[in-house]
Each structure stands twice: as structure tokens, then as C-alpha cells.
């Protein structure tokens, strides 16, 4: 849960300011950008390298709790569906699988 948690607030926060910048690019229709490094390199001068992270405290607040319930849900279905493959082939739940290969034999 915490690490689904970590993971999701690293990733809002290095793919934030990409995300400010479509907004604001899309929401300007008299832009004057011609991109992204043209609006970053106006929104830098014009409001600071804080102006790349307005609103990242309420993004997350709202990512922290949802990926890490999606990251401990999916982990958790993951093992219950190996768990039941296992019993259902006939071995047992703390049998190991054989590895993956590419081919069927």
C-alpha cells in the first residue's frame, strides 16, 4: 500500500509540470506558444519554476490514496489468480510454478 502510494505521488510529481502545461495550452486559445518549451521558458519567466507546480498539493492529495489501493488490488487479485492456477493444476498453493518460456512444449 505505501509503495503503490510512494509510487504514484513520484510519478504525479515528475509528470506534473507536462500536465500543467497541456492545460494551460489547451485552455489559452490566443496563445502565442508554438510548444511546450515555448510556454515553459514564458511560464518560467513569468511566475518562477513554482508557477510548473500550481496545484500539485490537491493532485496529491487525490493520487496517494487511489494508487495505492489500485497498486495493493491488483497485487492482491495477482496472487489469488496464481494461488487458484496452482490448485486447479493439480499442485498445491505453495507449489512453485515452472518458469515462463516463450514457447509451449
Known amino acids: 500500500l505505501v509503495a503503490g502510494s510512494a509510487a504514484g505521488a513520484t510519478a504525479t510529481f515528475l509528470t506534473y509540470p507536462l500536465d500543467v ?6 485552455a489559452d486559445s490566443r496563445s502565442h506558444h508554438h510548444g511546450y518549451m515555448s510556454g515553459v521558458r514564458h511560464l518560467w519567466r513569468s511566475e518562477g519554476p513554482r508557477g510548473l507546480y ?14 495505492g489501493l489500485s497498486f495493493s488490488a ?5 496472487a489469488h489468480l496464481r494461488d487458484s492456477s ?7 498453493a505453495d507449489d ?10
Not at 491488483?74 to 495477482?78: H, N, P
Request: proline share 12%.
Open 96 to 105: 512453485p510454478l515452472p518458469p515462463l518460456t516463450g514457447t509451449q512444449r
Open 86 to 92: 496452482r490448485t486447479r493444476a493439480g499442485g498445491t
Open 74 to 78: 491488483f497485487e492482491t487479485l495477482k
Open 21 to 26: 502545461m497541456r492545460a494551460r495550452l489547451a
Open 54 to 67: 500550481a496545484g500539485l498539493r490537491p493532485t496529491i492529495l487525490g493520487i496517494v490514496p487511489y494508487s
